[in-house]
């Protein structure tokens, strides 16, 4: 994996590979966020963000009045991972995020 990601870069040159990743990172945010009818915690392109990684809400609604929490998202990491998913779930201000 490393000689091909190697093999990749090379004749992309850094900057354009770097600009292709930040396009493909918002293009996956948006589908998601889309689909999904939430919205991503920083938008696409933000100072605050590095643009190498997005946080998209989950589409869980809140139990009643009671926030998720960090079990809440460990569960959901290690059912999307039964399933053959293998995606970062983060919990802030009592939501969930899936990290792409």
């Known amino acids: 994996a490393v000689t091909a990601t190697a093999e990749w870069w090379g004749p992309q040159g850094v900057e354009l590979a770097i600009s292709r990743n930040r396009e493909l990172l918002s293009a996956a945010a948006h ?3 889309g689909a999904w009818q939430t919205r991503t915690l920083l938008p696409t392109g933000s100072p605050l963000s590095a643009n190498t990684m997005s946080l998209v809400q989950v589409p869980m609604p809140r139990r009643g009045a009671h926030a998720h ?3 809440d998202g460990k569960a959901l990491q290690d ?3 039964r399933q053959g998913i293998e995606c970062p779930i983060k919990t802030i201000d009592g939501e969930l995020y899936v990290r792409i």
């Open 79 to 81: 059912a999307l991972f």
């Open 69 to 71: 929490t960090s079990a």
């Open 31 to 33: 589908l998601l966020s």
